[in-house]
Protein backbone atom coordinates (compact mmCIF):
# COMPACT_ATOMS: atom_id res chain seq x y z
CA UNK A 1 0.00 0.00 0.00
CA UNK A 2 3.08 2.49 1.09
CA UNK A 3 4.35 2.04 -2.54
CA UNK A 4 1.11 2.32 -3.91
CA UNK A 5 1.07 5.89 -2.76
CA UNK A 6 4.77 6.84 -3.85
CA UNK A 7 4.02 5.40 -6.63
CA UNK A 8 0.77 7.87 -7.26
CA UNK A 9 2.64 10.54 -5.84
CA UNK A 10 5.47 10.09 -8.20
CA UNK A 11 3.15 9.75 -10.99
CA UNK A 12 1.35 13.21 -10.77
CA UNK A 13 4.22 15.01 -9.54
CA UNK A 14 6.85 13.83 -11.52
CA UNK A 15 9.10 13.05 -8.94
CA UNK A 16 11.61 15.22 -6.71
CA UNK A 17 13.69 16.68 -9.60
CA UNK A 18 10.40 18.31 -11.23
CA UNK A 19 8.74 19.65 -8.11
CA UNK A 20 11.85 21.46 -7.57
CA UNK A 21 12.12 22.67 -10.94
CA UNK A 22 8.93 23.59 -11.27
CA UNK A 23 8.67 25.20 -7.58
CA UNK A 24 12.00 27.32 -8.07
CA UNK A 25 10.55 28.92 -11.40
CA UNK A 26 7.11 30.01 -9.27
CA UNK A 27 9.14 31.21 -6.79
CA UNK A 28 11.36 32.84 -9.10
CA UNK A 29 8.67 34.68 -10.53
CA UNK A 30 6.93 35.70 -7.86
CA UNK A 31 10.49 37.03 -6.89
CA UNK A 32 11.11 39.18 -10.34
CA UNK A 33 7.84 40.86 -10.07
CA UNK A 34 7.86 41.92 -6.87
CA UNK A 35 11.49 43.60 -7.22
CA UNK A 36 9.83 45.15 -10.26
CA UNK A 37 6.72 46.91 -7.91
CA UNK A 38 6.84 50.32 -7.23
CA UNK A 39 4.97 53.09 -6.18
CA UNK A 40 4.08 56.29 -7.89
CA UNK A 41 7.30 58.19 -6.50
CA UNK A 42 9.59 55.53 -8.32
CA UNK A 43 10.25 53.65 -4.71
CA UNK A 44 10.59 49.91 -4.29
CA UNK A 45 7.41 48.22 -2.35
CA UNK A 46 9.74 45.85 -0.90
CA UNK A 47 13.11 44.45 0.19
CA UNK A 48 14.23 41.50 -0.08
CA UNK A 49 16.73 39.77 1.35
CA UNK A 50 18.12 37.18 -1.19
CA UNK A 51 21.65 36.07 -1.70
CA UNK A 52 21.82 36.85 -5.47
CA UNK A 53 18.87 37.34 -8.10
CA UNK A 54 17.10 34.25 -7.55
CA UNK A 55 19.12 32.53 -10.18
CA UNK A 56 20.47 29.36 -9.75
CA UNK A 57 17.82 26.49 -7.85
CA UNK A 58 21.39 25.13 -6.33
CA UNK A 59 21.74 27.82 -3.95
CA UNK A 60 17.92 29.28 -3.91
CA UNK A 61 15.15 27.15 -2.76
CA UNK A 62 11.35 28.22 -3.43
CA UNK A 63 10.78 30.74 -1.11
CA UNK A 64 11.13 34.59 -0.93
CA UNK A 65 11.82 36.45 2.19
CA UNK A 66 11.37 40.12 2.19
CA UNK A 67 9.12 43.40 4.02
CA UNK A 68 6.71 45.61 2.39
CA UNK A 69 7.89 49.45 2.31
CA UNK A 70 5.77 52.35 1.83
CA UNK A 71 6.63 55.00 -0.73
CA UNK A 72 8.73 57.04 2.05
CA UNK A 73 10.55 53.74 2.63
CA UNK A 74 9.43 53.37 6.11
CA UNK A 75 9.19 49.27 7.01
CA UNK A 76 5.35 47.63 6.86
CA UNK A 77 5.09 45.50 10.30
CA UNK A 78 4.93 41.98 8.95
CA UNK A 79 1.83 40.96 11.23
CA UNK A 80 -0.09 43.75 9.61
CA UNK A 81 0.66 42.04 6.24
CA UNK A 82 -0.03 39.19 7.21
CA UNK A 83 -3.46 39.73 8.91
CA UNK A 84 -4.12 41.52 5.19
CA UNK A 85 -2.55 38.13 3.77
CA UNK A 86 -5.44 36.03 5.62
CA UNK A 87 -8.37 38.83 4.41
CA UNK A 88 -7.20 37.60 1.00
CA UNK A 89 -6.91 33.52 1.40
CA UNK A 90 -2.99 34.01 1.38
CA UNK A 91 -1.44 31.92 4.25
CA UNK A 92 2.30 33.12 4.43
CA UNK A 93 4.84 32.89 7.24
CA UNK A 94 5.87 35.93 8.86
CA UNK A 95 8.52 36.78 12.29
CA UNK A 96 11.93 35.02 12.14
CA UNK A 97 11.36 31.52 11.11
CA UNK A 98 13.09 29.85 13.82
CA UNK A 99 16.26 30.95 12.46
CA UNK A 100 17.52 34.07 14.57
CA UNK A 101 20.99 34.21 13.23
CA UNK A 102 19.71 34.45 9.60
CA UNK A 103 16.93 37.00 10.81
CA UNK A 104 20.12 39.19 12.32
CA UNK A 105 22.15 38.61 9.40
CA UNK A 106 19.64 40.05 6.19
CA UNK A 107 17.58 42.56 8.33
CA UNK A 108 20.93 43.96 10.00
CA UNK A 109 20.36 43.59 13.70
CA UNK A 110 22.85 43.86 16.12
CA UNK A 111 23.07 41.40 19.07
CA UNK A 112 22.53 45.04 21.00
CA UNK A 113 19.32 45.44 19.28
CA UNK A 114 18.15 41.87 19.24
CA UNK A 115 18.45 42.31 23.42
CA UNK A 116 16.70 45.89 22.90
CA UNK A 117 13.46 44.16 20.93
CA UNK A 118 13.31 41.85 23.93
CA UNK A 119 13.34 44.08 26.51
CA UNK A 120 10.50 45.69 24.55
CA UNK A 121 8.62 42.74 25.43
CA UNK A 122 9.17 41.33 21.66
CA UNK A 123 8.94 37.34 21.81
CA UNK A 124 8.88 34.59 19.32
CA UNK A 125 4.86 34.19 17.82
CA UNK A 126 4.13 37.71 19.10
CA UNK A 127 2.59 40.91 16.58
CA UNK A 128 5.37 43.31 18.18
CA UNK A 129 7.15 43.38 14.60
CA UNK A 130 8.81 46.90 14.45
CA UNK A 131 10.65 48.10 17.38
CA UNK A 132 11.76 52.40 16.87
CA UNK A 133 10.70 52.12 13.18
CA UNK A 134 13.24 48.82 12.14
CA UNK A 135 11.22 45.31 12.08
CA UNK A 136 11.76 42.50 14.15
CA UNK A 137 11.39 39.88 11.49
CA UNK A 138 10.03 39.55 7.75
CA UNK A 139 7.45 37.90 6.28
CA UNK A 140 7.63 34.67 3.47
CA UNK A 141 6.17 33.18 1.07
CA UNK A 142 7.08 29.35 0.10
CA UNK A 143 5.43 27.55 -2.65
CA UNK A 144 5.23 23.90 -3.16
CA UNK A 145 4.59 20.95 -5.15
CA UNK A 146 1.00 22.15 -5.69
CA UNK A 147 1.98 25.91 -6.26
CA UNK A 148 1.12 27.33 -9.66
CA UNK A 149 2.19 30.73 -11.37
CA UNK A 150 -1.15 31.75 -11.17
CA UNK A 151 -0.53 31.19 -7.31
CA UNK A 152 2.46 33.70 -7.59
CA UNK A 153 0.39 36.24 -9.63
CA UNK A 154 -2.31 36.47 -7.10
CA UNK A 155 0.78 37.22 -4.29
CA UNK A 156 1.75 39.80 -6.61
CA UNK A 157 -2.04 40.79 -6.78
CA UNK A 158 -2.89 41.19 -3.59
CA UNK A 159 0.25 43.33 -3.17
CA UNK A 160 -0.35 45.82 -5.62
CA UNK A 161 -3.85 45.86 -3.83
CA UNK A 162 -3.14 46.32 -0.34
CA UNK A 163 0.37 48.22 -0.26
CA UNK A 164 1.24 50.09 -3.46
CA UNK A 165 -0.06 54.42 -2.96
CA UNK A 166 -2.63 54.42 -0.86
CA UNK A 167 -3.24 57.72 -0.01
CA UNK A 168 -6.68 58.49 1.02
CA UNK A 169 -8.25 61.76 1.50
CA UNK A 170 -10.79 61.05 4.55
CA UNK A 171 -11.23 64.53 6.13
CA UNK A 172 -14.95 64.00 4.40
CA UNK A 173 -15.57 61.39 6.86
CA UNK A 174 -15.47 63.60 10.07
CA UNK A 175 -18.55 65.02 10.98
CA UNK A 176 -18.44 69.11 11.37
CA UNK A 177 -17.25 70.73 14.18
CA UNK A 178 -14.29 68.07 14.91
CA UNK A 179 -11.19 70.65 15.62
CA UNK A 180 -9.58 68.90 18.63
CA UNK A 181 -8.30 71.57 20.95
CA UNK A 182 -4.76 70.71 22.00
CA UNK A 183 -2.48 73.29 23.99
CA UNK A 184 0.07 74.84 21.35
CA UNK A 185 -1.56 72.20 18.89
CA UNK A 186 -1.32 74.16 15.06
CA UNK A 187 -3.79 75.57 13.72
CA UNK A 188 -4.01 73.40 10.39
CA UNK A 189 -3.47 70.41 12.98
CA UNK A 190 -6.97 68.68 13.60
CA UNK A 191 -8.45 65.67 14.56
CA UNK A 192 -9.04 65.14 11.64
CA UNK A 193 -5.72 64.62 10.80
CA UNK A 194 -4.98 61.87 13.76
CA UNK A 195 -5.85 59.19 10.93
CA UNK A 196 -3.27 60.12 8.32
CA UNK A 197 -0.48 57.98 7.34
CA UNK A 198 2.00 60.89 7.81
CA UNK A 199 4.02 59.91 10.84
CA UNK A 200 5.15 63.46 11.04
CA UNK A 201 1.71 64.77 11.94
CA UNK A 202 1.01 62.15 13.98
CA UNK A 203 4.16 63.34 15.72
CA UNK A 204 3.56 66.64 15.80
CA UNK A 205 -0.06 66.02 17.22
CA UNK A 206 1.00 64.36 20.37
CA UNK A 207 3.80 66.38 20.76
CA UNK A 208 1.52 68.67 22.30
CA UNK A 209 -0.45 66.36 24.28
CA UNK A 210 0.09 66.15 27.96
CA UNK A 211 -1.47 64.38 31.12
CA UNK A 212 -3.41 66.10 33.71
CA UNK A 213 -4.75 64.02 36.27
CA UNK A 214 -8.12 63.58 37.50
CA UNK A 215 -8.69 67.35 36.53
CA UNK A 216 -12.34 68.41 36.74
CA UNK A 217 -11.94 70.87 33.54
CA UNK A 218 -10.10 68.44 31.49
CA UNK A 219 -12.44 67.71 28.82
CA UNK A 220 -13.39 71.52 28.83
CA UNK A 221 -9.75 71.89 27.76
CA UNK A 222 -8.88 69.68 25.71
CA UNK A 223 -12.02 68.55 24.25
CA UNK A 224 -15.09 70.89 22.30
CA UNK A 225 -17.44 72.04 24.51
CA UNK A 226 -20.50 70.17 21.86
CA UNK A 227 -18.91 66.86 22.03
CA UNK A 228 -17.64 66.79 25.94
CA UNK A 229 -20.82 64.97 26.61
CA UNK A 230 -20.36 60.97 26.32
CA UNK A 231 -22.19 58.27 27.52
CA UNK A 232 -21.88 54.34 27.74
CA UNK A 233 -25.08 53.30 25.37
CA UNK A 234 -23.88 49.51 24.64
CA UNK A 235 -22.91 47.30 27.43
CA UNK A 236 -21.80 43.78 26.18
CA UNK A 237 -20.44 40.69 27.42
CA UNK A 238 -19.26 37.64 25.99
CA UNK A 239 -19.25 34.66 28.19
CA UNK A 240 -18.02 32.15 25.06
CA UNK A 241 -14.84 33.94 23.66
CA UNK A 242 -15.19 34.27 19.82
CA UNK A 243 -19.16 33.13 20.37
CA UNK A 244 -21.99 35.86 20.37
CA UNK A 245 -22.16 38.95 22.83
CA UNK A 246 -24.94 39.83 25.12
CA UNK A 247 -25.79 43.01 25.36
CA UNK A 248 -27.25 44.20 29.11
CA UNK A 249 -28.37 47.73 30.67
CA UNK A 250 -26.56 46.63 33.93
CA UNK A 251 -24.12 44.01 34.94
CA UNK A 252 -21.71 43.46 38.02
CA UNK A 253 -18.18 44.46 37.72
CA UNK A 254 -15.32 43.60 40.01
CA UNK A 255 -11.57 43.33 39.74
CA UNK A 256 -11.49 40.65 37.79
CA UNK A 257 -13.70 42.06 34.91
CA UNK A 258 -17.13 42.05 34.27
CA UNK A 259 -18.76 39.24 35.90
CA UNK A 260 -18.74 35.99 33.87
CA UNK A 261 -17.15 37.73 30.32
CA UNK A 262 -15.16 35.41 28.79
CA UNK A 263 -15.09 32.39 31.03
CA UNK A 264 -15.75 29.64 28.45
CA UNK A 265 -14.40 28.75 25.65
CA UNK A 266 -14.40 25.90 22.46
CA UNK A 267 -11.79 23.92 22.42
CA UNK A 268 -10.29 21.31 19.86
CA UNK A 269 -9.52 17.83 21.60
CA UNK A 270 -6.05 18.63 21.93
CA UNK A 271 -7.11 21.42 24.30
CA UNK A 272 -6.17 24.29 20.90
CA UNK A 273 -8.83 27.27 21.87
CA UNK A 274 -11.20 28.30 18.56
CA UNK A 275 -11.73 31.53 17.91
CA UNK A 276 -13.58 32.91 14.52
CA UNK A 277 -10.42 33.36 12.53
CA UNK A 278 -10.24 29.33 12.25
CA UNK A 279 -14.03 28.77 12.66
CA UNK A 280 -16.61 31.77 11.76
CA UNK A 281 -19.72 29.80 13.13
CA UNK A 282 -18.71 30.36 16.33
CA UNK A 283 -20.49 33.57 15.77
CA UNK A 284 -23.90 31.67 15.61
CA UNK A 285 -23.48 30.59 19.18
CA UNK A 286 -25.52 32.92 21.40
CA UNK A 287 -25.02 32.87 24.98
CA UNK A 288 -27.36 33.94 27.60
CA UNK A 289 -26.54 34.37 31.38
CA UNK A 290 -29.49 34.33 33.46
CA UNK A 291 -28.54 35.05 37.08
CA UNK A 292 -31.36 35.16 38.93
CA UNK A 293 -31.77 30.88 37.91
CA UNK A 294 -28.11 30.84 38.03
CA UNK A 295 -28.01 29.48 34.29
CA UNK A 296 -26.15 29.49 30.95
CA UNK A 297 -27.71 28.59 28.28
CA UNK A 298 -26.69 28.54 24.93
CA UNK A 299 -28.45 28.59 21.41
CA UNK A 300 -27.57 27.64 18.02
CA UNK A 301 -29.44 27.78 15.21
CA UNK A 302 -31.93 24.95 14.11
CA UNK A 303 -30.83 22.80 17.28
CA UNK A 304 -31.98 22.78 20.96
CA UNK A 305 -30.48 25.19 23.24
CA UNK A 306 -28.08 23.50 25.69
CA UNK A 307 -28.12 24.99 29.60
CA UNK A 308 -25.30 24.56 32.27
CA UNK A 309 -25.48 25.74 35.36
CA UNK A 310 -23.46 28.62 36.78
CA UNK A 311 -21.87 26.81 39.73
CA UNK A 312 -18.44 25.66 39.18
CA UNK A 313 -18.47 22.30 40.37
CA UNK A 314 -22.36 21.68 39.96
CA UNK A 315 -23.67 18.22 39.59
CA UNK A 316 -24.16 18.33 35.85
CA UNK A 317 -20.44 19.15 35.32
CA UNK A 318 -19.59 16.18 37.15
CA UNK A 319 -19.44 14.19 34.58
CA UNK A 320 -16.24 15.22 33.01
CA UNK A 321 -14.85 18.07 35.32
CA UNK A 322 -11.11 17.05 35.00
CA UNK A 323 -8.30 20.22 35.23
CA UNK A 324 -7.92 21.40 31.59
CA UNK A 325 -4.83 23.11 30.24
CA UNK A 326 -5.16 25.33 27.34
CA UNK A 327 -3.19 28.54 25.94
CA UNK A 328 -4.67 32.63 24.92
CA UNK A 329 -1.99 34.50 23.26
CA UNK A 330 0.69 31.95 24.35
CA UNK A 331 0.26 31.95 28.17
CA UNK A 332 -1.54 28.85 29.94
CA UNK A 333 -4.84 28.90 31.12
CA UNK A 334 -6.06 26.55 33.61
CA UNK A 335 -10.32 25.51 34.10
CA UNK A 336 -12.57 22.28 33.75
CA UNK A 337 -13.98 20.60 30.44
CA UNK A 338 -17.55 21.58 31.23
CA UNK A 339 -18.78 18.05 30.09
CA UNK A 340 -19.81 15.46 27.40
CA UNK A 341 -22.95 16.96 27.50
CA UNK A 342 -21.58 19.86 26.03
CA UNK A 343 -19.39 18.88 24.51
CA UNK A 344 -22.00 16.87 22.49
CA UNK A 345 -23.94 19.63 21.42
CA UNK A 346 -21.13 22.00 20.16
CA UNK A 347 -20.18 18.84 18.21
CA UNK A 348 -23.56 19.03 17.03
CA UNK A 349 -23.45 22.53 16.46
CA UNK A 350 -20.71 23.13 14.66
CA UNK A 351 -20.42 19.92 12.94
CA UNK A 352 -17.08 17.17 11.62
CA UNK A 353 -14.75 17.37 15.14
CA UNK A 354 -15.11 16.94 18.40
CA UNK A 355 -15.23 20.21 20.60
CA UNK A 356 -15.07 20.47 24.28
CA UNK A 357 -16.42 23.51 26.36
CA UNK A 358 -13.40 25.26 28.50
CA UNK A 359 -14.00 27.15 31.73
CA UNK A 360 -11.69 29.27 33.80
CA UNK A 361 -11.10 28.42 37.01
CA UNK A 362 -12.07 31.43 39.11
CA UNK A 363 -8.97 33.35 39.83
CA UNK A 364 -8.97 32.72 43.44
CA UNK A 365 -8.66 28.97 42.76
CA UNK A 366 -6.03 29.06 40.40
CA UNK A 367 -2.25 27.82 40.39
CA UNK A 368 0.06 30.27 42.17
CA UNK A 369 2.24 31.08 39.37
CA UNK A 370 1.67 34.26 37.64
CA UNK A 371 1.53 32.68 34.04
CA UNK A 372 -1.99 31.16 35.01
CA UNK A 373 -3.27 34.03 36.66
CA UNK A 374 -6.02 34.91 34.05
CA UNK A 375 -8.58 36.69 35.12
CA UNK A 376 -10.72 35.84 31.47
CA UNK A 377 -10.27 34.71 28.78
CA UNK A 378 -9.60 38.11 26.75
CA UNK A 379 -6.30 38.70 24.31
CA UNK A 380 -5.33 41.67 26.03
CA UNK A 381 -7.36 43.80 28.50
CA UNK A 382 -9.94 43.17 30.54
CA UNK A 383 -12.25 45.67 28.91
CA UNK A 384 -12.63 46.68 25.17
CA UNK A 385 -13.77 50.19 24.16
CA UNK A 386 -15.12 51.73 21.40
CA UNK A 387 -17.02 54.74 20.45
CA UNK A 388 -19.23 55.55 17.86
CA UNK A 389 -17.63 58.18 16.39
CA UNK A 390 -14.92 56.37 15.29
CA UNK A 391 -17.07 53.20 14.05
CA UNK A 392 -19.07 56.12 12.03
CA UNK A 393 -16.44 57.18 10.32
CA UNK A 394 -14.85 53.68 9.42
CA UNK A 395 -18.75 52.75 8.40
CA UNK A 396 -18.60 55.12 6.34
CA UNK A 397 -15.30 54.22 4.74
CA UNK A 398 -16.39 51.11 3.67
CA UNK A 399 -19.49 52.22 2.46
CA UNK A 400 -17.01 54.17 0.24
CA UNK A 401 -15.58 51.11 -1.25
CA UNK A 402 -18.63 49.75 -2.20
CA UNK A 403 -18.75 46.65 0.08
CA UNK A 404 -20.93 45.68 2.62
CA UNK A 405 -23.60 48.15 1.56
CA UNK A 406 -26.50 45.56 2.85
CA UNK A 407 -25.00 45.83 6.79
CA UNK A 408 -26.50 47.82 9.12
CA UNK A 409 -24.26 50.02 11.75
CA UNK A 410 -25.57 48.24 14.46
CA UNK A 411 -24.23 44.71 12.23
CA UNK A 412 -20.95 46.90 11.72
CA UNK A 413 -20.40 47.65 15.00
CA UNK A 414 -20.58 44.10 16.48
CA UNK A 415 -17.65 42.85 14.66
CA UNK A 416 -15.18 44.70 17.27
CA UNK A 417 -17.00 42.86 19.46
CA UNK A 418 -16.75 45.83 22.16
CA UNK A 419 -17.35 46.00 26.03
CA UNK A 420 -18.17 49.29 26.11
CA UNK A 421 -20.00 51.58 22.58
CA UNK A 422 -19.53 54.93 23.91
CA UNK A 423 -21.47 57.77 22.29
CA UNK A 424 -20.09 61.42 21.68
CA UNK A 425 -17.27 63.26 21.51
CA UNK A 426 -15.34 63.46 18.50
CA UNK A 427 -13.30 60.63 15.98
CA UNK A 428 -10.42 58.93 17.15
CA UNK A 429 -9.85 60.78 20.40
CA UNK A 430 -10.11 57.68 22.48
CA UNK A 431 -6.45 56.72 21.58
CA UNK A 432 -5.62 59.40 23.94
CA UNK A 433 -6.87 58.56 26.90
CA UNK A 434 -5.18 57.26 29.74
CA UNK A 435 -8.03 56.73 32.38
CA UNK A 436 -11.44 57.13 32.48
CA UNK A 437 -14.44 57.15 34.72
CA UNK A 438 -18.07 55.28 33.74
CA UNK A 439 -20.64 56.32 36.21
CA UNK A 440 -18.75 55.51 39.53
CA UNK A 441 -15.93 53.01 38.24
CA UNK A 442 -12.61 53.82 37.22
CA UNK A 443 -10.54 52.44 34.49
CA UNK A 444 -6.81 52.66 34.08
CA UNK A 445 -4.08 52.02 31.50
CA UNK A 446 -6.03 52.68 28.30
CA UNK A 447 -3.96 51.25 25.40
CA UNK A 448 -4.90 51.03 21.56
CA UNK A 449 -6.27 48.12 20.42
CA UNK A 450 -4.31 46.45 17.46
CA UNK A 451 -6.93 44.85 15.11
CA UNK A 452 -6.96 41.07 13.61
CA UNK A 453 -8.75 39.68 10.86
CA UNK A 454 -11.73 38.84 12.91
CA UNK A 455 -13.27 41.85 12.10
CA UNK A 456 -13.37 41.03 8.72
CA UNK A 457 -16.41 37.99 9.74
CA UNK A 458 -19.59 39.47 9.39
CA UNK A 459 -21.34 38.14 13.31
CA UNK A 460 -24.66 37.94 11.50
CA UNK A 461 -23.84 35.72 8.29
CA UNK A 462 -20.62 34.19 9.32
CA UNK A 463 -18.86 35.48 5.93
CA UNK A 464 -15.44 36.54 5.91
CA UNK A 465 -14.14 39.29 3.85
CA UNK A 466 -11.23 41.83 3.26
CA UNK A 467 -13.44 44.48 5.52
CA UNK A 468 -12.85 46.47 7.43
CA UNK A 469 -9.49 45.84 8.03
CA UNK A 470 -9.02 46.79 4.16
CA UNK A 471 -10.06 50.23 4.75
CA UNK A 472 -8.98 50.60 8.14
CA UNK A 473 -5.24 50.26 6.63
CA UNK A 474 -5.97 52.14 3.70
CA UNK A 475 -6.76 54.91 6.12
CA UNK A 476 -4.68 54.96 9.12
CA UNK A 477 -1.08 53.48 7.53
CA UNK A 478 0.95 50.85 9.32
CA UNK A 479 -0.95 49.76 12.31
CA UNK A 480 -4.38 48.77 12.56
CA UNK A 481 -5.30 49.42 15.33
CA UNK A 482 -9.36 50.76 16.30
CA UNK A 483 -10.74 50.67 19.98
CA UNK A 484 -8.98 50.66 23.28
CA UNK A 485 -8.09 48.52 26.08
CA UNK A 486 -9.02 49.45 29.71
CA UNK A 487 -7.95 48.15 33.19
CA UNK A 488 -9.91 48.16 36.22
CA UNK A 489 -8.94 50.38 38.86
CA UNK A 490 -7.46 48.31 41.80
CA UNK A 491 -9.06 49.49 44.19
CA UNK A 492 -12.26 48.81 42.37
CA UNK A 493 -14.92 46.70 44.83
CA UNK A 494 -18.17 44.47 43.77
CA UNK A 495 -19.90 47.30 41.78
CA UNK A 496 -22.69 47.47 38.83
CA UNK A 497 -22.12 49.21 35.92
CA UNK A 498 -25.25 50.70 33.58
CA UNK A 499 -25.73 51.71 29.97
CA UNK A 500 -26.93 55.07 29.94
CA UNK A 501 -23.99 56.01 32.34
CA UNK A 502 -21.85 59.18 31.64
CA UNK A 503 -18.25 58.72 30.60
CA UNK A 504 -15.77 61.08 32.26
CA UNK A 505 -12.00 61.48 30.94
CA UNK A 506 -9.64 61.97 33.72
CA UNK A 507 -6.55 61.92 32.08
CA UNK A 508 -4.83 61.87 28.89
CA UNK A 509 -1.54 60.69 27.54
CA UNK A 510 1.66 61.94 27.75
CA UNK A 511 3.53 61.76 23.77
CA UNK A 512 5.83 58.81 24.98
CA UNK A 513 3.14 56.69 25.96
CA UNK A 514 1.17 56.97 22.33
Not at 149 to 167: G, H, L
Not at 494 to 513: W, Y
Request: charged residues 20%; hydrophobic residues 35%.
Amino acid sequence: MFINVLFLFFQFTGGISNISERTFKVAQQFHHQLSSLKHANGKPVAKIYCHGNFEDPLTQGPIVTFNVLTQNEDFIGYSVVAKMAATNNIHLRVGCFCNIGACQIHLGITTDQLIKNFQAGHVCGDEKDMVDGYPTGAVRISFGSSSTESDAEECIKFIQKCFINKQVDFTSLVPQPTSLSLPHLPADKTCQELPSTSLEAKKEISSDIISISHSPDIEEKYFPASTTRRILSDLVIYPVKSCAGMKVTKWPINPSGLLHDREWMVVTERGIALTQKRLPQLCFIQPDINLANNTLTLHYPGIPPLQLSLDFHSAGNEERNKDYISKVCFKKVHGIDCGEKASDWLSQALGEHRYHLFRLYPKSNQAGNEESKMMSLSNHGQYSLVTQASLRALFEKVHQSQCNESEDFEEFTSRFRSNFVISGGVVFEEKFWKTIRIGSVNFINGKESSRCQMICVNQKTAERTSEPLASLFTWIGNKVNFGVYFDADSHLGEQILSSGAEVVITSVKTEDKL
